[in-house]
């Protein structure tokens, strides 16, 4: 009986032991029939292409999983002087890419373990800063140069090491011959209602037709918006010559198939560019004279601002941080890629100036307008012939001109400045484009392009 009870109390120990066992002795089996499954298939170093794209996926996704910039900058949308006031007047916060070559070309290989990935580098979130911008412009340049041109280029160009492609302004000529249609890529602020009446009143002098959409300002058309915007101007090309007016940025029409077309433009001193702007929003006979406007009448608040005030308090209305997202002067010479409306963009900066240098016949300027159109007359003779003649020609008179704008302090424009460094740059590399030009026609060497 004592045996009995004794073996009752134990019976829960020897049920757990004898499962342990079997644990044991099964596990065993199993360990063995899987080493027999692996051998047979190769060496358990080297894992199955199942273990290695379940590793692969989970790394890329660890990679590429977005940390939120805590440096991020508010997008502000450039928007129309003619259609809307100067600036946004809420933030919007937005996540900035590198450029897309970066991307395409990013991958490097990683390792989990000992297996090799081809794991793409992780993404940089929020505004590019300018180290990093000084440290890519090298590999970026010749990329970007392929992809808003459009042209192979000799292979001495292409083969060259990116900083080679600096670029210094000259007197060349490069119109092409026998230029039917001529792009105005018209910098608003930048006197291009003067021009426009120009047009208007040279093509009834010089035969040809002058062509203004009347629309709110769209510098950035997509690929289709610009073949068909080519096919009907090419079209309209063949039978009189064209001049085509639009806050336009700059595009390539050979890269999309077409022939090469001629561009011009006027640009005026950054900072007076963005007075103008600023205070032309706050016009309030716009608001009630606009058919595009009427209605829309902002807030006494910000028909009363003034850049005094304005800009000390770096109000997104009239300061441009830097990495945020503006309507630039050196963006309609960039082109239509998204960072060539980047604030501070050195790489945005280089291509506005090979495009200015290499597809502008030429680039006016605003404070000295009367030379402008004398090197237009001389440079794009089909359409600006007599121009310096005209009254308009002579740069006495203006159109959409302001001529009460309040004055601004000096402690301000030099605050501007700050912010304008990379327009400013372009702004001298213009000026001093259009001088050469000049001093070429007084010597009589202006060379003729060879399409």
Known sequence: MRVFSMCRRNMGILFLLFGIFGYLFVGSQVAETIGEGQSERGSPEEPSDSAKRRVEKSSIESEERPQRNQSEVPQQEAKSAEGEEGGPEGEDYAVLEPPEEVASRAEVPAKVGDVPLGAPRRKVYGAPSRDYEEKMIKALVKEAYMKVTGEGGDEELQQAPAYTLKVEPSSRNVTPADSQLVFFSAVPKCGSSTTGHLFKKLSVLNNYYSLTPQQRIQPVIDEEQQKTLLENLFSLSEKVPVAYTRHLYYFNTTRLGFPRAAWVAIVRHPVERLISQFYYARIPSRYLENKLLQGRMPSAEFMNMTLDTCVPQRDPRCWYREGSRQMLQLSFFCGQDSYCTTVGSRRALQMAKYNAENFYSAVGVLEDLHLSYRVFEKYLPRFFARASVSDIGTGRVRFNSQENKPSVRNSTRLMMESY????????????????????????GKIDTYDN
Do not use: T
């Open 420 to 443: 304008l460094k990379e327009d400013l740059d372009l702004y001298h590399f213009l000026k001093q484009r259009l001088h050469l030009q000049a001093q070429a026609l007084e010597s």
